[in-house]
């Protein structure tokens, strides 16, 4: 099983362009969500799928970061317009819900290392 | 409101020792609790797990131990290696609610010494 798989692995761009995150999550996996991790604020969840369906965005900074989840075995995390502020590693996670509500543990990807300069 | 926190940013322990490695919760439903260990330029990977239900959990050289009623966790190494010098976050979990979401400590830094 290859794990979870995030593209780019690095990513530079400049203030005010867009940036896309993508992730791959473990087949079979029907939960998915997206971190960030900085110096100053540890690891915030943005945004997590069960099933493809957002169950809960609350993290997610601002109007300027948006997520879709298009089908099982894909998912966007965008930015648009990207700001010094954003930079950060960016992480996806997937894990495997039961019916019966049992969760298994998050299996992390590498991470996307995002700079916004 | 922070539910779930490590107050050590970092410990630094010599080879041998043992590593103890504290969290602390504040939102008492919460029913199962984790530790994840991540390595630099990787991501976390989940390391050992315990259920409200239970007090200890032992997996080799790695133990968690569960106190409810301080609503405390900690996570002893024994012996400490230096392959074990990285960041452990502290996760805690709804079962059978939330769709499989953690709420993550900001993590603690370990540094084994050889």
């Known amino acids: 099983d290859a794990g979870v798989i995030q593209s780019p692995r690095h990513e530079v761009t400049e203030m005010g362009q867009e940036v896309t995150l993508r992730c791959k999550p473990i087949s079979g996996h029907n939960s998915l969500f997206w971190y960030r991790q900085t110096m100053m604020r540890g690891l915030e969840l943005l945004i997590y799928?069960?099933?493809?369906?957002?169950?809960?965005d609350s993290g997610m900074p601002e109007d300027r970061f948006s997520a879709k989840m298009p089908n099982a075995s894909f998912s966007t995390l965008k930015i648009q317009p990207s700001e010094p502020r954003d930079s950060a590693v960016y992480f996806c996670a997937s894990s495997l819900v039961l019916t019966s509500g049992h969760t298994d543990t998050q299996y992390f990807g590498p991470g996307t290392r995002l700079t916004v300069l | 409101d922070q539910q779930v926190k490590q107050n050590s940013p970092s410990l630094s322990v010599q080879e041998g020792r043992i590593s103890i490695l504290n969290c602390d919760y504040t939102?008492?439903?919460?029913?199962?609790f984790l530790w994840y260990k991540k390595y630099p330029a990787e991501g976390p990977t989940f390391l050992i797990s315990?259920?409200?239900?239970?007090d200890k959990n032992e997996d080799g050289r790695f133990t968690v131990f569960l106190n409810k009623s301080a609503k405390h966790l900690s996570l002893h190494i024994v012996p400490s290696q230096p392959g074990d010098s990285a960041v452990y976050f502290c996760?805690?979990?709804?079962?059978?609610?939330?769709?499989?979401?953690?709420?993550f400590g900001d993590g603690t830094t370990l540094t084994v010494k050889p």
């Open positions: 315990i259920s409200s239900i239970k």
């Open positions: 996760a805690a979990s709804l079962l059978n609610t939330n769709a499989g979401k953690s709420t």
């Open positions: 939102n008492s439903m919460f029913d199962y």
């Open positions: 799928f069960n099933n493809n369906v957002p169950i809960d």
